[in-house]
């Protein structure tokens, strides 16, 4: 059965960065984009944007550009996503989903909490 | 980009019938479909697809759940509503970079 399975939660200070993953099984990975969404109680659910697990390209939300950085890793079939420059702001759950609308599969997401 | 607008909340007995609109601001219907999705979440869990373009049930989705509309005009129904319902049920559209969502209809028992 399709799973993307997310990594752990995340305290980072405010000027730091986070590195977050999204494992995927029971799919052939290079098949399907990745999509990353935030969440926050604030500003609702916000598209980020998504990678093509086949050639590296990504396609930003304009919003995220140089916040958010968009890998993978074929060989372990993982998408990364990476936040830069940490604030407060940054605080919330992300989600990996497989491909672009609509999202048949999620991850379980990735609490991220700023804070000094 | 393109904004999606949901009712806040809604209370509903159970049993009932109800229905949750998403209204957009650009016409989202092409190629013969309307590229709305619908999604349920409850607490602490990732959103679960419901229905996608606009009228088509996600696999293992009750029959209870249908969505309906065109053009900028979208409905979810749940019919009869269950304690299981409750949640809050977000829109989606996917047809313009980025795929925006609707705020959220929170939907809850009388």
């Known amino acids: 059965q399709v799973q993307l399975q997310q990594s752990g939660a995340e305290l980072a200070k405010p000027g730091s960065s986070v590195k977050i993953s999204c494992k995927a099984s029971g799919y052939t990975f290079t098949s399907y984009y990745i999509s990353w969404i935030k969440q926050t109680t604030g500003q609702g659910l916000e598209y980020i944007g998504y990678i093509n697990t086949g050639s590296g390209g990504t396609n930003y939300n304009e919003k995220f550009k140089g916040k958010a950085t968009l890998t993978v890793d074929k060989s372990s079939s993982t998408a990364f996503m990476q936040l830069s420059s940490l604030t407060p702001d940054d605080s919330a759950v992300y989600y990996c989903?497989?491909?672009?609308?609509?999202?048949?599969?999620w991850g379980q997401g990735t609490l991220v909490t700023v804070s000094s | 980009d393109i904004v999606l607008t949901q009712s806040p909340a809604l209370a509903v007995s159970l049993g009932q019938k109800t229905t949750m609109s998403c209204k957009t601001s650009?016409?989202?219907?092409?190629?013969?479909?309307?590229?709305i999705h619908w999604y349920q979440q409850k607490p602490g869990e990732q959103p679960k697809l419901l229905i996608y373009f606009a009228s088509n049930l996600a696999s293992q989705v009750p029959a209870r759940f249908s969505g309906s509309g065109s053009e900028r005009d979208f409905t979810l129904t749940i019919n009869p509503v269950e304690a299981d319902d409750v949640a809050t049920y977000y829109c989606?559209?996917?047809?313009?970079?980025?795929?925006?969502f609707g705020a959220g209809t929170k939907l809850e028992l009388k």
């Open positions: 989606q559209q996917g047809w313009e970079f980025p795929y925006t």
């Open positions: 989903a497989r491909e672009y609308p609509p999202f048949a599969y």
């Open positions: 650009q016409n989202v219907d092409n190629f013969g479909k309307s590229y």
